[in-house]
C-alpha cells in the first residue's frame, strides 16, 4: 500500500462489441382491393349509373317543360286569353280537344325520353305560332297604317310650303292628288278590316302597305327635291360707280353737241 501510494490505478480497456450478422426473411403482401380488370369494371359501372341518373332527371324536366305548355296554352287560347280573339270557335274547340289528349298522355307515359317529350312539345308549338304569326301580322298593319298616314300628311302639308313655293304648281297638285289617292285607298281597307274577325284573313297586308308608303315618299320626294333658282349676279359698289360716271361722261359728251344744232339767233 505503501509503495502505490500517490501513483494512478489504470482503467480496465473496454472490450470492443462484436457484430453479428442475421438474415430475415421477407416475404411480399399485396394490399387489399380489386384487380385492375375489377377497377375498370367499376370505373365504367359508375359511368353507366351516373348517364342513367342524368338521363331520368332529363325525361323529367322535359315532361315538366311539356307540362307546362299544355297548361299554358290552354289559358292563352280561353275567349277572354291572349289568344282568345286570334282564334275561330272552331280552330279553338279542335286545339282544346288536342291539349286534353296530350295531358292524359302525359299522365299515362311518366318515364318517357327526353327525346319524345320533346318530339310532342313542338308539335303544340307549331300551332301555337300558327295564332302567334296572326297576331303579330295585325299589329305590324296598324304601324304600317300609321306610317302611310304619316306619309300622307307630311307631303301635303309640303305643297303650301313658302319652303317650296318655286316648283311649279302642276307638280304641286300632282302630289296632292297622290295624297289623297293613298288616303282613300287606306280609309277604304281600315273599313273593310273592321268588319273582319282578328281570325279572319286581313283586308291589309303588310306588303302591300309598304309598296304605297315607298311609293309616294319617292314620288313626292323627287318633285320637292328641285332647287330653288339661283338669284341673278350682283353688282359690287365700285361697278356701280363706274358704271354711273360711265353714263356721266356719256351725258356731258352728248351736251355740246346738242348746243351746236341749235340754230343761230337772227
Not at 81 to 95: H, N
Amino acid at each position: 500500500p505503501a509503495a502505490t501510494k500517490g501513483k494512478a490505478r489504470k482503467r480496465p480497456k473496454k472490450k470492443k462489441p462484436k457484430a453479428k450478422r442475421t438474415n430475415v426473411p421477407v416475404s411480399e403482401h399485396r394490399a387489399v382491393g380489386l384487380s385492375k380488370t375489377a377497377l375498370d369494371e367499376a370505373v365504367r359501372a359508375e359511368h353507366a349509373l351516373r348517364a342513367s341518373d342524368q338521363a331520368v332527371k332529363e325525361g323529367e324536366d322535359r315532361r315538366n317543360d311539356y307540362e307546362t305548355l299544355i297548361f299554358g296554352l290552354r289559358d292563352k287560347i280561353a275567349e277572354g286569353g291572349a289568344y282568345g280573339e286570334f282564334l275561330s270557335p272552331e280552330d279553338r274547340a279542335d286545339l282544346s280537344k288536342a291539349l286534353l289528349e296530350a295531358e292524359d298522355w302525359t299522365y299515362e307515359h311518366t318515364e318517357e325520353k327526353a327525346e319524345v317529350y320533346v318530339a310532342r312539345q313542338k308539335e303544340l308549338q307549331v300551332r301555337e305560332s300558327e295564332i302567334t304569326k296572326r297576331q303579330a301580322e295585325l299589329l305590324h298593319i296598324e304601324d304600317k297604317v300609321k306610317a302611310l298616314k304619316a306619309a300622307i300628311k307630311k307631303y301635303k302639308a309640303s305643297t303650301t310650303a313658302a319652303i317650296f313655293d318655286h316648283i311649279a304648281k302642276e307638280k304641286l297638285q300632282s302630289i296632292v292628288e297622290e295624297c289623297d289617292k293613298q288616303s282613300a285607298w287606306v280609309k277604304e281597307g281600315e273599313a273593310a278590316q273592321k268588319e273582319k274577325k282578328k281570325w279572319e284573313k286581313p283586308a291589309l297586308t303588310v306588303a302591300e302597305l309598304v309598296v304605297r308608303t315607298t311609293a309616294l315618299t319617292s314620288m313626292a320626294s323627287e318633285i320637292l327635291n328641285e332647287p330653288r333658282p339661283k338669284p341673278p349676279p350682283t353688282e359690287s359698289k365700285s361697278a356701280k360707280a363706274k358704271k354711273k360716271e360711265a353714263k356721266k361722261g356719256e351725258k356731258d359728251a352728248a351736251e355740246p353737241e346738242q348746243e351746236q344744232e341749235k340754230p343761230a339767233e337772227a
